[in-house]
């Protein structure tokens, strides 16, 4: 795997790894202090932000989600496989589709908890140990008022200044999402032990449990019982 062999290299050049999720001192974030109004049916949101398996692993452990599956977004190449996209070539973002019961958690709480816990949202093109467009930090959001909302918490963070840069995660509209292959759903979940999760991921659902008990559920919505879909 591409990421693997980064990580491997970095660690053996002794270089200092920056763990996504770390950009800034606060640990939680503000309230969103603008939110999409509650639905009576279940909603879909898309989050890219590095590699789809800590992003999921995230999601999965979010009281409220109901699916959450990676996948790739943004590009315009049909049916992308792991191989092109890790290319650089294809205009996609390795991304997670989530959905959620808006009346058990909301698209501003599940902004609050990425930007907190899943990603630094001030790089560019890059989170860990892994780097290009397809691990750039973006929000497909699903209609206006998603758009919205995820504008106004960036401005919100921003005005704030809870990072040290400016939020660099974009903000453009959802045009189409293809699920990962079935090795990559539930990575985290399957692989706890491996040198990649334990290192960039594993922190990031720790912090979720942690900075987030109210949201937390122990056991993970997993994708495997359900398959990928469309």
């Given amino acids: 795997m591409i990421r693997v062999n980064l990580l491997r290299a970095a660690l053996l050049a002794g270089m200092s790894l920056v763990l996504p999720g770390l950009g800034h001192a606060e640990g939680v974030l503000p309230v969103p202090a603008m939110d999409v109004p509650p639905a009576p049916t279940p909603q879909t949101a898309i989050f890219a932000g590095g590699c789809f398996w800590g992003i999921q692993g995230v999601f999965e452990h979010i009281k409220g989600v109901t699916r959450a599956v990676s996948g790739y977004a943004g590009g315009t190449v049909p049916n992308p496989s792991y191989e092109a996209v890790s290319s650089g070539s294809t205009g996609h973002a390795e991304s997670v589709r989530v959905t959620f019961d808006p009346a058990q958690v909301s698209y501003g709480t599940l902004l609050r908890i990425f930007f907190s816990v899943a990603l630094d949202p001030t790089e560019v093109n890059r989170q860990g140990p892994d780097w290009g467009t397809q691990y750039r930090s973006v929000l497909f959001t699903n209609g206006a008022e998603q758009d919205r909302v995820a504008r106004a918490y960036v401005a919100q963070l921003d005005a704030a200044h809870v990072f040290p840069r400016p939020i660099a995660t974009q903000i453009v509209p959802d045009t189409g999402f293809a ?45 495997g019982k359900q398959g990928a879909g469309s």
């Fill in 179 to 223: 699920p990962a292959e079935g090795y990559h759903q539930d990575y985290l979940e399957l692989h706890p032990y491996a040198p990649y999760i334990a290192i960039n991921d594993m922190p990031k659902v720790r912090a979720l449990e942690a900075s987030f008990p109210q949201n937390w559920q122990a056991k993970p919505v997993l994708v």
